[in-house]
């Protein structure tokens, strides 16, 4: 559908005139970004979108549906925004710029109808543990009966057991002397897809000397839906965890999910100076002595909102190198986004797709025989490329890995 001149992207959340014109259109940030190297195209760049959004904004272009694609295009992996010369507050921007193209879309009698039955979906199901848990119960029935293999989003999924669930008492102890009272984000997919990285990362906090705390109440931080434009149903989140998590005090808010993370970080006034990615507490506090050696060879996988977000690589890293046995082989372009993008993938397969490939090229010739990651999202993406090249390499969070060296 074309647009007018009348379709005007200055609504309430739309990104910040100052903000766009911090970008001084130098192109340093074109190689950097995962839709332009597989494209070469400047509208598929982080200078080509911005300067898209500057146009709109002043009113000298059209929006138009045609046009809106390269928005929606775009990863949100924040690569660019790592490497701008110029401090381009990139993550900003293109947060607003999709709530704006959301509410331009919304007025029109035909919304693209993918995105709106993703929002539904979404709101109707993240803040709310049990609908999660009863679709991780039919997920796993389905697997079981080897339905999910013949749908292409079902193939990334791991193989679904009970869901995690935090203690009744909403408390697990340090193991020896406590060091620091640290609350948990029990996050939304997490605990439904991935049980073990859970329990793996709670143990790792208590081994770190970590009282934990699973502030009843709490809910989805709502990363999912400012990366998609619904920053409406993202400000409700927030407050109903900023209630929950004012309960009690703590140290620090512990995430093991880089774009919960990220999204705390940013997006949470009263906590976020607070929150810690796990790989940042394990570091700070200390784990104790290794009790046994893990002998495997493992690559990296930067989660973009771990890596150009959080700015954290190191950390990750060096907690791998410790523990002892394992072999650390570096990835060629490790901090490329994988294509997963929280639901990028689903709602745009033909170019996370694309991404996934060269990824995959580049992880398979590591010769690792495991992928340590440190996001859900990028967890079943690596998941799925690996599977789709019949590659017998397994994917692990982080806390897996780490896990390995003490307990069992
Ligand atoms: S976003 Fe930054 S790196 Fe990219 S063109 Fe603009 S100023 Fe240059
Ligand atoms: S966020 Fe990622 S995909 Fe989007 S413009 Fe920046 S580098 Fe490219």
Redesign the pocket.
Known sequence: MSGTLLDVFNGPDAPAGDDLA?????????NACPTFRVTGLETE???GR?YLMTQWQRGQLPFTDELARHIDLCLGCRT??A??????P?GRIIEHGRAEVERLRSRRTQPAATRALARGVMRELLPHPGRLRAAGRLTWAAQRLGLTRVVPAGRGLPRLRRAWRPPASNRAPALGSRRARVAFLNGCVMPVMYRNAMEASVRLLQLAGCEVWFAPGQTCCGALFAHNGDLEEARRLRDRNARAFGMEDFDYLVVNSAGCGSHLKDFYPNLGDRVRDLSEILVELGLPEAQRPVPVRVSYQDACHLAHAQRIKKQPRDLIRAVPGVELVEMQHADICCGSAGIYNALEPPMSARILEEKMDDLLGTGAAVVVTGNPGCQMQLDAGLRGRRSPMQVWHLAELLVKAYDQ
Not at 22 to 30: A, F, I, S
Not at 83 to 88: L, R
């Open positions: 911090t970008c001084v259109h130098c192109g340093l940030c074109l760049s982080p200078r911005i660019c925004e490497v701008c010369p110029s401090g381009v990139y």
